[in-house]
């Protein structure tokens, strides 16, 4: 018994030694946000985006890699505006139901920051990811005085640290998902991707990418490789151009991806994530996918040029249980949490909007019939950056919400221990409002321009704004926004080791709709750093 008690005991110090040297470094690796020389070389580096990448092989270097070394992982690289995660979690899928050993990098995370860095479609271990993360650092922080005390910003950092990662667990294959852009994407560093592919375009990320779409085009056919095989989705006919003479320019291949319901199938192809617009991610990701075993199970090199449609072909067993199997978190997810039922989408462009508008028309109704008595719907969201709130709030107004709600992402008011969430770039008063400005943008787009009262307070001195009408509020977190929509009515929140944020009465007595409501049916969407910070909350999973 002794014997038992002593090795659990052994076991528990064990695993807390392991979360408090994890945190660590998750904290260590926060600091490259707001780090005063990464963030003068990246503006600098604005005006000669070719120096990105010359940086990026500087560092690469400086962590013991060698560009050439990172041919070795048999890599696909896929870009795009929207759809290109989607895309790459499909591909991973289908080809680790090959039996293949697969590596993922994609960004951002969701609740935590190993999310980034997949081995087999799971996260890398706590463990593990501590292991190298100092391996990596530490070798960049031994050498940072002979290169002016420069280190890699977030994302370089997490970057060269994937590739170590695939390259240390011998991976079979690794999916690369763009960051920003691609032809001057710290990514781009890969010079022999085994297969190429670009998701839809849009409008996105103009201060770095170009005001046009044809711009933008640009920029993500700079992945493009001599003689290597490059896939897109449909494209409207600027960009299509573009990307065919990129294509050229370069030296590879281009096709243009089928309709899904061309495959030669028994039986409709069944997706994973729901939404119209994942076929086409689908279709890229079976093209991508099926190249990728060609280039594998063929000795010989293979030939590619000029500009063609890609061949629909009869998928195999594994790409149709890939493709059904394939689970992306926060992109068309549904949670249903007793009578509160969350739809989340990190939708963050107007394109993206309207595709998750046209999900949510579909699905809610389907809902709301089985309810059996009056739904109120809700609307929570924040959007960051350059984005054109406006635009995408339009978009919205006619899903009829009864309740608008709009908070930063900030994950809870209170300090806690919750470093893979933390964002030192932008202050909390630029979140807060930015807030406010999308809550006058709502009242505009519904005829409510009346001034809202006077700032109100809740526990801990932190401001919630509310209107004169009761379909418009702002709290300070996402915890104190989904405690305030659930009304006690969500398990999940109502854990007993949440702390319940105090709020007014006079604002709580604007919640009688949701008390007395069947149901209530949650959108939470403009930013996939808002939809992770409430996955936190509804998904205590992915905490592990």
Same mark, same amino acid.
Request: proline share 5%.
């Given at each position: 018994?002794?014997?038992?008690?002593?090795?659990?005991? *052994?076991?528990?110090?064990?695993?807390?030694?392991?979360?408090?040297?994890?945190?660590?470094?998750?904290?260590?690796?926060?600091?490259?946000?707001?780090?005063?020389?990464?963030?003068?070389?990246?503006?600098? $580096?604005?005006?000669?985006?070719?120096?990105?990448?010359?940086?990026?092989?500087?560092?690469?270097?400086?962590?013991?890699?060698?560009?050439?070394?990172?041919?070795?992982?048999?890599?696909?690289?896929?870009?795009?505006?929207?759809?290109?995660?989607?895309?790459?979690?499909?591909?991973?899928?289908?080809?680790?139901?090959?039996?293949?050993?697969?590596?993922?990098?994609?960004?951002?995370?969701?609740?935590?920051?190993?999310?980034?860095?997949?081995?087999?479609?799971?996260?890398?271990?706590?463990?593990?990811?501590?292991?190298?993360?100092?391996?990596?650092?530490?070798?960049?922080?031994?050498?940072?005085?002979?290169?002016?005390?420069?280190?890699?910003?977030?994302?370089?950092?997490?970057?060269?640290?994937?590739?170590?990662?695939?390259?240390?667990?011998?991976?079979?294959?690794?999916?690369?998902?763009?960051?920003?852009?691609?032809?001057?994407?710290?990514?781009?560093?890969? *010079? *022999?991707?085994?297969?190429?592919?670009?998701?839809?375009?849009?409008?996105?990320?103009?201060?770095?990418?170009?005001?046009?779409?044809?711009?933008?085009?640009?920029?993500?056919?700079?992945?493009?490789?001599?003689?290597?095989?490059?896939?897109?989705?449909?494209?409207?006919?600027?960009?299509?151009?573009?990307?065919? $003479?990129?294509?050229?320019?370069?030296?590879?291949?281009?096709?243009?991806?089928?309709?899904?319901?061309?495959?030669?199938?028994?039986?409709?192809? *069944?997706?994973?994530?729901?939404?119209?617009?994942?076929?086409?991610?689908?279709?890229?990701?079976?093209?991508?996918?099926?190249?990728?075993?060609?280039?594998?199970?063929?000795?010989?090199?293979?030939?590619?040029?000029?500009?063609?449609?890609?061949?629909?072909?009869?998928?195999?067993?594994?790409?149709?249980?890939?493709?059904?199997?394939?689970?992306?978190?926060?992109?068309?997810?549904?949670?249903?949490?007793?009578?509160?039922?969350?739809?989340?989408?990190?939708?963050?462009?107007?394109?993206?909007?309207?595709?998750?508008?046209?999900?949510?028309?579909?699905?809610?109704?389907?809902?709301?019939?089985?309810?059996?008595?009056?739904?109120?719907?809700?609307?929570?969201?924040?959007?960051?950056?350059?984005?054109?709130?406006?635009?995408?709030?339009?978009?919205?107004?006619?899903?009829?919400?009864?309740?608008?709600?709009?908070?930063?992402?900030?994950?809870?008011?209170?300090?806690?221990?919750?470093?893979?969430?933390?964002?030192?770039?932008?202050?909390?008063?630029?979140?807060?409002?930015?807030?406010?400005?999308?809550?006058?943008?709502?009242?505009?787009?519904?005829?409510?321009?009346?001034?809202?009262?006077?700032?109100?307070?809740?526990?801990?001195?932190?401001?919630?704004?509310? $209107?004169?009408?009761?379909?418009?509020?702002?709290?300070?977190?996402?915890?104190?926004?989904?405690?305030?929509?659930?009304?006690?009515?969500?398990?999940?929140?109502?854990?007993?080791?949440?702390?319940?944020?105090?709020?007014?009465?006079?604002?709580?007595?604007?919640?009688?709709?949701?008390?007395?409501?069947?149901?209530?049916?949650?959108?939470?969407?403009?930013?996939?750093?808002?939809?992770?910070?409430?996955?936190?909350?509804?998904?205590?999973?992915?905490?592990?």
């Amino acid at each position: 018994m002794d014997l038992a008690r002593n090795e659990a005991k *052994r076991l528990s110090l064990r695993s807390c030694s392991i979360m408090n040297v994890f945190q660590d470094a998750v904290c260590t690796l926060n600091t490259l946000q707001t780090n005063a020389s990464a963030l003068e070389q990246v503006k600098r $580096e604005r005006g000669h985006p070719q120096l990105q990448l010359q940086a990026m092989r500087g560092f690469l270097q400086r962590a013991g890699l060698k560009v050439d070394e990172l041919d070795r992982l048999n890599i696909i690289h896929v870009t795009g505006t929207k759809g290109k995660g989607s895309t790459c979690a499909f591909t991973e899928q289908i080809l680790r139901n090959y039996g293949f050993r697969t590596g993922f990098y994609s960004s951002p995370h969701l609740v935590q920051v190993r999310e980034r860095i997949r081995i087999n479609g799971q996260p890398i271990g706590k463990e593990l990811f501590t292991k190298y993360f100092w391996q990596v650092y530490c070798r960049l922080e031994e050498t940072k005085d002979a290169h002016g005390g420069s280190m890699p910003a977030y994302f370089r950092f997490l970057t060269i640290l994937a590739f170590h990662i695939f390259l240390q667990e011998k991976v079979d294959l690794a999916v690369f998902e763009v960051g920003i852009g691609g032809a001057y994407d710290c990514t781009n560093i890969i *010079r *022999r991707p085994w297969v190429c592919g670009i998701s839809s375009l849009g409008i996105d990320h103009t201060s770095i990418l170009g005001d046009t779409i044809e711009k933008i085009a640009w920029q993500k056919g700079g992945i493009f490789k001599p003689g290597v095989p490059a896939f897109t989705v449909k494209q409207s006919d600027g960009p299509k151009m573009v990307l065919q $003479e990129r294509a050229e320019e370069i030296g590879c291949s281009l096709s243009v991806c089928p309709d899904l319901e061309e495959y030669q199938s028994e039986d409709s192809l *069944r997706l994973g994530l729901a939404g119209h617009h994942q076929r086409s991610n689908a279709s890229l990701a079976l093209q991508l996918s099926h190249t990728w075993l060609q280039r594998h199970f063929l000795t010989g090199a293979l030939e590619f040029s000029g500009v063609s449609p890609a061949p629909a072909f009869q998928p195999s067993p594994a790409m149709i249980k890939g493709l059904a199997e394939t689970e992306w978190p926060g992109r068309n997810q549904t949670l249903k949490h007793g009578p509160v039922t969350y739809f989340l989408d990190g939708a963050h462009t107007t394109r993206s909007m309207q595709a998750c508008v046209h999900w949510f028309n579909e699905i809610a109704p389907q809902h709301e019939r089985n309810a059996g008595g009056p739904v109120v719907r809700v609307l929570l969201f924040n959007a960051t950056g350059e984005r054109d709130c406006g635009a995408m709030l339009k978009l919205l107004v006619p899903c009829l919400f009864d309740f608008a709600v709009f908070c930063p992402n900030i994950t809870e008011a209170i300090a806690t221990c919750n470093a893979d969430q933390q964002n030192f770039n932008v202050s909390v008063e630029n979140m807060l409002t930015r807030c406010l400005d999308n809550q006058q943008s709502w009242r505009v787009l519904n005829g409510q321009e009346e001034k809202p009262e006077a700032e109100l307070l809740i526990g801990g001195g932190l401001p919630l704004v509310a $209107e004169r009408h009761r379909d418009t509020l702002v709290f300070p977190c996402i915890l104190s926004a989904l405690q305030w929509i659930s009304q006690g009515r969500d398990s999940v929140l109502s854990d007993p080791n949440k702390c319940v944020i105090p709020v007014k009465p006079s604002i709580n007595a604007k919640a009688a709709l949701l008390r007395e409501a069947v149901n209530i049916h949650v959108l939470i969407t403009g930013s996939l750093h808002l939809v992770g910070g409430a996955l936190k909350h509804l998904d205590p999973a992915l905490n592990s």
